[in-house]
């Protein structure tokens, strides 16, 4: 029985993200309304934010990256939550809303839970910038052992975190629900697409060389990033350009037809940031529940899905020459057609159904 809505408790995320496109936190959040008011403090990507499905406030700041970003970012949000006292719970989402959250939650005696979906001292942007990456990793140290709940997104980032900072995490994977398709992606498409932000990393820059290779393909770019323009520059003046297409951020409710109207995915990762290499992207979910193959890298989570569900070509090494093999290899019809079976069967496992119960005892006994 649904609780009445002045008798729930009353629970505050926070993140950095824009909220339009922020999946993993529009679906958590969806899970515990039945049980907790929810309030989430976060970015808007367009002015005019739709509040309709969530109570909201948005963060508006005057830098949009770097150290005075998450400077002005964590002081708004501090003041906005010690402003904001009718709440019981914090829901501190990554480390780059971590002081700010666990400030306010020792000051006014709030719960905290956190909920950490990367190593956020690893990300590739922050390779070679050797004090900021020591800032990050400082805070993390700090605050993760003074949190009692905490989880994270996958078996090998809740390894790390206990033996880079010796704490527990549980896992709650970041996993779609169980919606089933109306149609399935074809080979015939010879449409690559890829979902996500656009940073360094990312494989963009390899994809885009690929397509002068691969000249009956077109590549779908979903998602913008801080390499966006970049990207952007560099496929208009690669002899594929008119066969590059760069959609910006993409709404959730239109993934599925782009996702079935591909015929591969692509989730290549630089394997030199200790953040990806450990990862598991949403990506690889959109792409399992859609039925489509998905071109990835060996990373052990990527490798112990595709132990027991191949389906997905998993590359040695992060090269352009590597990716068109892979996708040559997944053109041959009899290997494209078990790996979409083998994606079907494994979205049977890996779905938000599972995930969200577990999700909601951690909620559960944090807010007790």
């Not at 406030?57 to 002081?75: A, D, P, Q, S, T």
């Not at 052990?300 to 569900?309: L, R, S, V």
Request: charged letters at 25%; one cysteine or more.
């Amino acid at each position: 029985m649904e609780l009445v809505e002045n008798q729930k408790k009353h629970i505050v995320f926070c993140s950095s993200s824009y909220y339009e496109y922020d999946r993993r936190i529009q679906r958590i959040i969806k899970s515990l309304t039945d049980e907790y008011k929810i309030t989430w403090f976060s970015r808007a990507y367009h002015n005019n934010a739709d509040q309709r499905d969530f109570n909201l406030e948005i963060i508006r700041c005057i830098f949009k990256r770097g150290v005075l970003f998450y400077l002005e970012f964590n002081l708004r949000l501090f003041f906005t939550l010690v402003l904001r006292r009718q709440y019981q719970g914090i829901s501190s989402v990554d480390v780059d809303t971590l002081p700010a959250a666990w400030l306010a939650a020792f000051l006014m005696s709030k719960n905290i839970v956190f909920d950490a979906h990367e190593l956020f001292h690893e990300v590739p942007e922050l390779q070679g910038k050797r004090l900021r990456k020591l800032i990050w990793r400082t805070i993390s140290r700090c605050l993760f052992s003074k949190i009692r709940y905490k989880y994270t997104v996958n078996a090998s980032l809740q390894a790390r975190f206990k033996e880079v900072f010796n704490t527990d995490f549980d896992i709650i994977m970041n996993v779609p629900s169980l919606d089933k398709y109306s149609e399935l992606p074809q080979l015939a498409n010879k449409r690559l697409v890829y979902i996500g932000v656009v940073n360094k990393g990312r494989g963009l820059e390899i994809a885009i060389e690929a397509m002068s290779r691969l000249k009956e393909y077109e590549l779908h770019v979903l998602g913008e990033g801080d390499l966006f323009d970049q990207m952007k520059s560099l496929a208009g003046h690669s002899e594929a350009r008119s066969r590059i297409i760069f959609h910006g951020y993409v709404a959730p409710s239109q993934l599925a037809y782009h996702l079935t109207h591909a015929s591969i995915g692509l989730n290549i990762l630089d394997p030199q940031s200790g953040n990806y290499y450990f990862s598991l992207a949403n990506k690889q979910f959109d792409y399992m529940h859609a039925g489509l193959p998905v071109i990835a890298m060996n990373f052990p989570e990527y490798k112990m899905i595709q132990d027991e569900y191949p389906f997905a070509l998993l590359l040695e090494s992060y090269d352009v020459h590597a990716m068109v093999e892979a996708i040559r290899s997944l053109e041959d019809p009899d290997r494209y057609h078990a790996c979409q079976s083998e994606a079907l069967k494994a979205r049977e496992i890996y779905n938000w159904q599972s995930e969200s119960k577990k999700l909601k005892t951690i909620y559960k006994e944090s807010m007790s």
